[in-house]
């Protein structure tokens, strides 16, 4: 588990983290949300042991990381843009990470290497944009590390390799212990892969949620009564986040449990009344706009 708490780091006059505290739960894939600047990248450089925050305490595994080079072994970082010595191959690079990393895999690395369609000895300066993401990603989960922080790892992948490293990511969870934190500006690229995911904004935590959870307890209805009476009723009864009016129709998205919702708007007659399906963004939406931002403008 990864636990920071009140976490401040500053560049100059930069304040790159402001009083961020987060928990990171062993076995679950979590997502880091934010614009450019919104201090992901510092946060997982932190997690990873390789900057000291100027305040605050981050443990991993109930242990500082910093300086703690038997610690460090067990955290594998995949920066936005990832370093790889000069002139080296994918199988160089594979021999210097396995004499830090006890656990590399060096079996497995080149049978991903052949999956992919990557030459073990080609120069990586020739790799495309993609190809080097595929790679970093294959060194990572090779490195059979407790923990791997990807860094905008799906920047640069088509649809279908985002999908297949996904797909690594759940066998790797299904067969060891392994946690990857993700940090992405697109929200629509963690939707179907993450458990939890934070909000970053600004260098702070502006929201923390648990993503089945969220699904399961915020819903819009739309729905349409015969008097004003039975629409003011529903939606007294309800928990409203936000709602909507075009003509009769009413747009009610609403925190509860999808029964109970239905339930509460059945109990007053509608003329018509159905449940809307929600994608994650616009769930994030109606989140932020409760707490007064617009992550519209945060994020897309």
């Keep these: 588990m990864i636990t920071a708490t009140h976490l401040y780091k500053k560049y100059d006059d930069v304040e ?23 201090g992901k990248s510092t946060f997982l450089r932190m997690a990873c042991g390789v900057l000291k925050a100027d305040s605050g305490t981050l443990l991993v595994d109930g242990e500082p990381i910093h300086e703690n080079p038997a610690m460090k072994q067990n955290v594998f970082y995949i920066s936005d843009d990832q370093f790889y010595l000069p002139n080296s191959t ?47 990603v294959l060194l990572g989960i090779c490195a059979n590390t407790r923990y791997l922080f990807c860094d905008e790892t799906f920047d640069g992948l088509d649809p279908v390799m985002r999908q297949t490293v996904k797909s690594l990511f759940a066998g790797e969870l299904t067969n060891r212990d392994f946690t990857p934190v993700v940090a992405s500006h697109n929200l629509r690229e963690l939707e179907d892969i993450c458990d939890h995911v934070g909000l970053l904004h600004r260098g702070g935590v502006l929201m923390q949620k648990d993503l089945e959870e969220m699904k399961l307890n915020i819903h819009t209805v739309q729905c349409v009564f015969d008097s004003k009476e039975a629409e003011e009723k529903a939606i007294f009864s309800l928990n409203i986040i936000k709602a909507e009016k075009r003509g009769r129709l009413n747009i009610l998205t ?28 616009e ?3 109606s989140e932020t706009e409760v707490v007064g931002y617009d992550i519209k403008k945060l994020i897309f």
Excluded: H, W
């Design 16 to 38: 790159a983290i402001s009083d961020v505290s987060i928990t990171i739960k062993k076995g679950e894939v979590f997502g880091l949300i934010g614009t450019n600047g919104a």
């Design 90 to 136: 994918p199988m160089s690079m594979a021999k210097f990470y396995r004499d830090y990393y006890p656990d590399f895999d060096m079996a497995r690395f080149q049978a991903l290497l052949e999956n992919f369609g990557l030459t073990a000895g080609r120069k990586i300066n020739t790799f495309s944009k993609g190809m080097k993401k595929q790679l970093s």
């Design 254 to 281: 609403a925190r509860g449990k999808k029964e109970e919702i239905m339930n509460c708007i059945m109990s007053c007659s509608p003329i018509f009344a159905e449940i809307l399906p929600l994608s994650l963004e």
């Design 283 to 285: 769930i994030f939406i």
